[in-house]
């Protein structure tokens, strides 16, 4: 029989957020450290995508709801604006408010100039226009995400959103061009391909070489006609929390990132 403060310990809502696996009290702690630290009174913030956005999200309300704080949420995706609405919070878009002043958002790999891989929840064209229109953006990532060179860590590619009438040009051309293999995203739970919030295709770059310059890689294949955009954020992050599996969280600035 367990003791009843034991029993009331196990069942109380806080003792059960803190009762994740290693993973996501990583991806928890990231995110809370985030928000702590670059939330204000009166500021816009960009909501992200992912699985950690959902912690960050949490935590953002019950900041909001405790010290009475008035922000709006700009959205990357539909499931962004599902949060803000879900926890309540204000929602607004780039049309009222332009200017964001931190935007907070996961990624599938940080390397070690902050360059980021994003896009594994086919997200990354509006999450790179809210972070474009950012003071400051901030990203919230577990352990797994940490990498020296893009591409060491991350298995699953360099996503790619397309016109889907040009998917097969532009996957000879990146193949021609740099090599790999260029993957048309299948759906799960529907046959045939992944629509993003768009209605674009995304194709997922696998296999390929390690680059010294990803920002020209990145520049030669936003210029193939049919590109909408791709998941490589070079040069847009200034810090990085990588969330660890014991709940602490290790801080990654570039202090030279100009915007
Ligand atoms: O399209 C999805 C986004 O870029 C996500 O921010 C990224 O995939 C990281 O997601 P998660 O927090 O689930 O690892």
Same mark, same amino acid.
């Given at each position: 029989m367990l003791k009843k403060s034991v029993f009331n310990f196990l069942t109380s809502t806080k003792s059960f957020s803190k009762m994740l696996s290693p993973l996501e009290s990583a991806k928890q702690a990231a995110a809370f450290k985030a928000v702590d630290k670059h939330v204000q009174n009166n500021y816009v913030i960009g909501i992200g995508s992912g699985s950690t956005i959902v912690y960050a999200a949490e935590r953002l309300a019950e900041r909001v709801s405790k010290e009475k704080l008035n922000v709006v949420c700009i959205p990357t995706s539909f499931q962004a604006k599902q949060l803000i609405v879900k926890h309540d919070l204000r929602l607004g878009s780039l049309d009222t408010? @332009? $200017?964001?002043d931190v935007c907070i958002d996961g990624a599938d790999e940080v390397d070690v100039n902050l360059d980021l891989i994003k896009g +594994? +929840?086919?997200?990354l064209l509006q999450e790179k226009i809210v972070a474009s229109c950012a003071n400051n953006l901030v990203i919230i990532a577990d352990? $797994? %995400?940490?990498?020296? %060179?893009?591409g060491d860590q991350y298995k699953k590619g360099i996503p790619i959103e397309v016109i889907p009438m040009s998917y097969v040009p532009i996957q000879n051309k990146i193949r021609n061009r740099f090599g790999g293999d260029v993957n048309l995203r299948m759906a799960v739970a529907k046959a045939g391909p992944v629509i993003t919030d768009n209605g674009n295709f995304i194709l997922d770059w696998v296999n390929f070489k390690q680059s010294d310059d990803w920002n020209q890689v990145n520049t030669f294949i936003r210029m193939? @006609?049919?590109?909408?955009?791709?998941g490589l954020f070079i040069g847009m992050a200034r810090i990085v929390y990588f969330g660890q599996a014991d709940g602490t969280v290790k801080e990654q600035i570039f202090n030279a990132r100009n915007k």
């Open positions: 408010h @332009p $200017t964001v +594994g +929840g086919a997200c352990y $797994t %995400k940490d990498s020296v %060179k893009l193939i @006609p049919g590109v909408v955009e791709t």
